[in-house]
């Protein structure tokens, strides 16, 4: 702060969000865009205790096909 003063840190920010955002848009175009067959539906899990996964499991593996990992 002594040697570049106050803007130095809005400058800063401004280059590591450049830098996000350059970077999440060289992600998204990389590969294309699951198809709809490929895509499934969002199910969210706490991972707080072993017993939800195999909850989760009992849950989804009669109508998707999903593998949990663990």
Request: proline share 6%; net charge positive.
């Amino acid at each position: 702060m002594q040697y570049f003063g106050p803007p130095a840190f809005f400058a800063t920010m401004s280059i590591v969000h450049g830098s996000l955002i350059v970077h999440a848009l060289a992600r998204m175009r990389a590969r294309p865009a699951a198809s709809a067959s490929q895509r499934a539906r969002f199910t969210i899990l706490l991972r707080t205790l072993p017993a939800i996964f195999r909850l989760a499991r009992r849950r989804l593996t009669g109508s998707h096909n999903v593998q949990l990992r663990q």
